[in-house]
């Protein structure tokens, strides 16, 4: 573990050239405006600055296994698609992500064995600011053109460097390029979990004693069948378990979203297809 | 998939097991009541035959439990059914609630103010949906002077296919390659319950209040010392069986690489194959190879498990008049039913073995077999527990 944190933390340094743009659908900016003095509480005002954007999340992964090999067979990525809102500011200090989805049941138990609660999360790889080329610091970037769609997009492909699990990140060609950082917000969990990752299944959660952790905060609410949550960090990663986010830079970013009602958990989710969705930190 | 260097294997002789729950007392005492989420769970419970299990109808195939018929290994199809159908059970209403005392209203100790007389569990054992680790206790079927029920103690199998192992995408579940025992790493466990769907026996438990699951873990702290040095120590429910039912030892696959020894367990049991001098050092490959009188609860299940079983051995009817009749008063098909040798064994096949081993088991009785009379009686605790014989020299 202690080799992985001093490697990410080397690759937080020494930034490699990410230039290639995946193939696949269209991208999606989601520009972070500067708002001074933003608490991003559920009832701060800032909020109104900044309208939601609605993105697709798709169905990615089953948890379905082929006997004693846990990664020999998952199922394809079906054409189920969910909508999230989402939004986000930063005060320089903190950046905040406003997520808001619907959900006709409200979960937020898991302290039977049926049951399991809504979740969502956000990530974001390391070693990726800027991967579409940036225009300058601290004039918003902007996204270059796409080359045109791939006719069979290859689930998983990351800018041809990362190929397998990037909902996960992943460990080739190696732990610094295709990790990847996550907040993990569920209601009976105490706090947001800071958890990192470089490949499928390899998820942890940062140690307690790591400044990562806890150094994201929610905010949640659920009325008239929607759950808003709010999740608050700071711009600079306390620890090489956090990726560090910086003004005048864009990001890819993915979203998952877990409905307990329908029991899922894991890899059994909606998320973000492929790295389309960025954050524009203005 | 890890190799196995040897396997803890374990034969309960059911004809010896008293349901004294004494085993399941020293599984709860030794490690599940920690905390709160732990107090429901009997990693070591003990069923009554016939009877609904632990959880409750943990088999039923009609409910969606156990796996496929059709299906008796575990194909990626059967697999994907088990994780999609196979139902999670509600704590309360299938393993049982960890219910308490009202202590504080009887006792004037710890601030009690004795403003009852009667001590009394809550939540209330008798409802609607209450259930327990051994709910048939003692019920069994039938009527005087012919009723028959049996004991049925039930740990993790450590199977050398587990379910749990396959079921687990973090690979949180894992099999320990120095002696097959199977562990869940409890900082990689992210509560997903994939492995409680995924054990056939339902012996991996979420803890809820941890939010992870956990299970049987052969006591393995009593086994090894911190530095991994075997102490000579045996599973806290091996050593208080008060039966002295329990055998322990290891089985050492042919091949050092083999982490899929079926075809050598089917050879042994045919003869194809004779035990190695490793193998021949413990008893319950004795019970297994050179007398063949234990078997597999639900072999079908396809898991391999290394529990084995000597089946209770079923006695003759009485009359109306209180005469014998050649009738046995357990059924054979119901012992069939629950016990086999692998998965893929026909009915009428078990049916067959469990009657042989009825005549072994009378043979050794009648004097004619000393050498598996000796180990079933199990004189000395060197006769039953025997893992440090796989240290030896």
């Known amino acids: 573990m202690t080799n992985t944190i001093s490697k990410l933390a080397m690759a937080l340094v020494a930034m490699a050239a990410l230039a290639l743009p995946a193939a696949g659908t269209a991208q999606s900016r989601l520009p972070v405006k500067f708002v001074k003095n933003a608490k991003c509480n559920l009832t701060d005002g800032a909020w109104a600055a900044v309208p939601y954007q609605t993105l697709s999340m798709v169905k990615v992964y089953e948890t379905y296994v082929a006997p004693y090999d846990p990664y020999g067979d998952r199922n394809p990525p079906s054409d189920e698609t969910r909508p999230i809102d989402v939004k986000a500011i930063h005060n320089g200090t903190d950046i905040c992500f406003s997520l808001r989805w619907t959900d006709a049941t409200q979960d937020l138990l898991t302290n039977d064995v049926p049951l399991f609660a809504d979740a969502v999360a956000i990530q974001v790889p390391f070693n990726a600011r800027d991967m579409w080329g940036n225009e300058g610091l601290g004039i918003e970037p902007a996204l270059p053109e796409l080359p045109p769609p791939a006719p069979e997009p290859v689930h998983g492909e990351f800018l041809g460097l990362c190929p397998e699990s990037y909902h996960m990140g992943a460990m080739e060609p190696s732990p610094e390029q295709c990790g990847v950082w996550i907040a993990f917000w569920r209601p009976d969990l105490p706090g947001v979990q800071n958890v990192t990752g470089v490949g499928q299944g390899t998820v942890q959660r940062t140690s307690p004693s790591d400044p990562a952790s806890g150094a994201t905060v929610a905010f949640a609410k659920y009325e008239l069948g929607s759950w808003t949550v709010i999740l608050k960090r700071p711009l600079v990663g306390p620890s090489p378990n956090m990726v560090t986010l910086e003004r005048g830079h864009h990001y890819p970013i993915a979203y998952s979203q877990w409905d307990g009602t329908l029991k899922e958990r894991n890899g059994r989710k909606f998320a973000s297809d492929d790295w389309n969705d960025n954050i524009v930190i203005e | ?393």
């Open chain 2, 1 to 393: 998939m890890a190799t196995i260097q040897k396997q803890v294997r374990m034969v309960f002789d059911l004809n010896k097991c008293i349901g004294c729950h004494t085993c399941s007392m020293a599984c709860k005492t030794m490690w599940t009541d920690r905390n709160d989420g732990l107090m429901y769970m009997y990693w070591n419970n003990v069923e009554t035959r016939p009877g609904k299990g632990y959880p409750k109808g943990f088999e039923d195939a009609a409910s969606g439990a156990g796996f496929p018929d059709g299906n008796p290994y575990l194909t990626s199809d059967a697999m994907k059914k088990v994780l999609t159908d196979n139902p999670l059970r509600p704590i309360v209403s299938h393993y049982g609630a960890a219910w308490e005392y009202n202590y504080s209203e009887v006792l004037k100790v710890e601030g009690g103010n004795a403003s009852s007389q009667m001590l009394v569990p809550s939540p209330e054992p008798n409802g609607p949906d209450a259930y327990a680790s051994n709910w048939d206790e003692d019920v069994g079927r039938e009527q005087m002077p012919n009723n028959y029920y049996f004991y049925v103690p039930r740990i993790c199998n450590h199977c050398t296919k587990p379910g749990c192992v396959a079921a687990c995408p973090r690979k949180a579940a894992y099999k320990r390659e120095e002696d097959g025992v199977v562990l869940i790493d409890q900082d990689r466990c992210r509560g997903y319950r994939y492995c409680v769907k995924g054990c056939p026996y339902k012996k991996s438990y979420y803890n809820p209040r941890e939010k992870i699951s956990q299970k049987c873990i052969f006591c393995y702290p009593r086994l090894e010392d911190p530095k991994g040095f075997p102490t000579g120590r045996h599973s806290f429910c091996f050593t208080q069986c008060t039966g002295r039912i329990r055998y322990a030892g290891f089985f050492q696959p042919a091949s050092a690489t083999s982490d899929n020894f079926e075809a050598e367990h089917r050879d042994l049991l045919s003869g194809a194959r004779s035990l190695s001098e490793f193998n021949a050092r413990f008893n319950v490959n004795r019970l297994l190879y050179e007398y063949k009188v234990a078997l597999r609860l639900r072999p079908e299940f396809g898991t391999q498990p290394n529990l084995f079983y000597v089946p209770p051995l079923s006695p003759p009817k009485l009359s109306s008049s209180g005469s014998v009749s050649s009738e046995q008063r357990v059924p054979i098909g119901l012992l069939a039913e629950l016990f086999g040798d692998y998965a893929g064994q026909s009915y009428s096949e078990r049916i067959a073995r469990v009657g042989e081993i009825f005549e072994k088991i009378e043979d050794a009785r009648a004097g004619r077999n000393p050498g598996l009379l000796r180990i079933l009686i199990a004189r000395t605790e060197q006769d039953r527990l025997q893992l440090d014989l796989g240290f030896a020299a």
